[in-house]
């Protein structure tokens, strides 16, 4: 299928699709945008090029407020939320035969004062790797002998 050809389907099938007006380009190539309306579902890897202006780009439809991405790989699901109703951003993991998940860490902007908070919820909490000497950026978190100290 190739430009100023158009098709109305359901469903459509193509092993190539061209959307280009030189005949000598890359016939898997899309030169210009795509849009969907609907799901678009690829069997197979994405690969995006984000070199140019824009990297990855996930938009909510008007009234929504919450977008989400969702990393499967078949037994567990880790899922990037972020809500615009309450300026927070969610990361959250569920083993993929469980009926529920763990939220993993929250983080919180206040676009009123400018603040951003962070939930993690680990119990325990474990800090796998700090410093064990003062570093030299103030407000750093490290090791004084098992005592934590904030760098002033």
């Known amino acids: ?3 100023g050809d158009s098709a109305v389907c359901g469903t459509l099938f193509c092993d190539t699709l061209i959307a280009t ?4 380009a890359d016939p898997h190539k899309i030169t210009g945008d795509l ?10 890897g994405v690969e995006i090029d984000a070199s140019g202006i824009k990297g990855l780009k996930l938009n909510s439809r008007t009234g929504v407020n919450q977008v ?3 990393m499967n ?3 567990n699901t880790w899922s990037i939320s972020a809500d615009a109703s309450s300026n927070s951003l969610q990361i959250s993991h569920i083993l993929n035969s469980a009926a529920s998940g763990v939220i993993v860490a929250t983080f919180d902007y206040n676009p009123s004062t400018g603040a951003v908070g ?3 919820p680990a119990d325990p909490l474990i800090l796998l790797s700090l410093p064990t000497s003062a570093p030299a950026f103030s407000g750093a978190v490290w090791n004084n002998a ?7």
Not at 21 to 24: E, G
Not at 36 to 42: D, E, P, Q, S
């Open 68 to 70: 989400n991405i969702d």
């Open 35 to 44: 849009e969907v309306t609907g799901n678009l579902k690829v069997d197979g």
């Open 118 to 120: 962070c939930q993690l």
């Open 1 to 3: 299928m190739g430009l």
């Open 73 to 75: 790989d078949n037994t």
């Open 146 to 152: 098992g005592v934590l100290n904030v760098t002033p």
């Open 21 to 24: 007006n030189d005949p000598s």
